[in-house]
C-alpha cells in the first residue's frame, strides 16, 4: 500500500469516527475556545478509540501515543521499517484567519536525513452547531504535499514552518520529497537574508538610541503630595 493511500483511508475513517464519536467534547463554555477544541480532538485522537482504530490493520498495533509537548509529533505509527510521526492540528472554518506552526526546519531537516521517516500533518476541520462541533473534513498528508504557496516561516528559533493561511490549503497530488526540501532550502535562504536585513536595521535603530543616551544627561525631578 502507498503512503497516499494508507493516509487517505485514515483521514476517510478519522472523519467518520468523529462525526459518529466525538461531536461533543466540549461543554458549552470551551466550544469558542480554538486551543481547547484542539486539545480535546488530539486527546480523543490519541486515546484507545481514536487515530489507532482508523489505521488499516496491518498497522493499527503499531501506534504510539502520550508524547510531551516538546514533541514535533503528537502521535506516530509504523508500516513495516517505515516511522510517521504524526502532528495533530484543528481549524474552524468559520474564523477568518488562522497561521498554525508546524515544525523548526532544523528538525525536519534532521528528520528527513532518514528515508523511513515521514512527518505527517492532520488537520481537522470543523464548525461549531447548536452547541456541538461539526466535523467538516480531515485531510491527512505528508508535510511534502502541502504546496509551499499555502505555506510561510516564522522567525523563531532557526523558523518554523507555518500555513500561511488555514483557509487556503493546497496540497500536491504527486508530492516530491527531494524537490520540496531542495525548495525548502532556497526559501529559507530567503527567508534568512530577509531576517539579516531586518536585523541590520534594529541595530542602526539602537545605535541612535546609544547615541541619545550618551550625551543625554538624566535630570533630577521629585515628586510633590498634596492633602
Request: proline share 2%.
Amino acid at each position: 500500500m502507498k503512503t497516499t493511500e494508507l493516509l487517505d483511508i485514515a483521514a476517510s475513517n478519522v472523519l467518520h469516527k468523529l462525526r459518529g464519536e466525538a461531536t461533543s467534547l466540549l461543554g458549552v463554555n470551551a466550544l469558542g475556545s480554538p486551543r481547547a477544541v484542539g486539545d480535546a480532538v488530539q486527546m480523543y485522537l490519541a486515546g484507545e478509540h481514536g487515530l489507532k482504530t482508523c489505521l488499516p490493520e496491518i498497522v493499527a498495533g503499531k501506534f504510539e501515543s502520550g508524547f510531551s509537548r516538546r514533541s514535533m509529533e503528537d502521535m506516530a505509527f509504523y508500516y513495516g521499517n517505515l516511522y510517521f510521526a504524526v502532528d495533530c492540528k484543528t481549524h474552524n472554518i468559520d474564523t477568518e484567519f488562522n497561521m498554525p506552526n508546524l515544525i523548526s526546519v532544523q528538525r525536519l531537516a534532521n528528520f528527513y536525513r532518514n528515508d523511513t521517516n515521514t512527518f505527517c500533518i492532520l488537520i481537522v476541520e470543523y464548525s461549531v452547531n447548536d452547541s456541538q462541533i461539526s466535523y467538516r473534513q480531515c485531510h491527512f498528508k505528508p508535510i511534502e504535499a502541502l504546496e509551499w504557496n499555502c505555506l510561510t516561516f516564522g522567525a523563531l528559533g532557526w523558523g518554523q514552518i507555518q500555513i500561511a493561511n488555514a483557509n487556503r490549503l493546497k496540497f500536491s497530488k504527486t508530492p516530491d520529497r527531494r524537490a520540496w526540501m531542495l525548495e525548502l532550502c532556497n526559501r529559507i535562504d530567503r527567508f534568512y537574508c530577509d531576517e539579516i536585513g531586518k536585523i541590520g536595521e534594529r541595530r542602526r535603530w539602537f545605535d541612535d538610541v546609544r547615541e541619545y543616551w550618551e550625551s543625554h544627561t538624566v535630570a533630577e525631578v521629585s515628586g510633590s503630595t498634596q492633602h
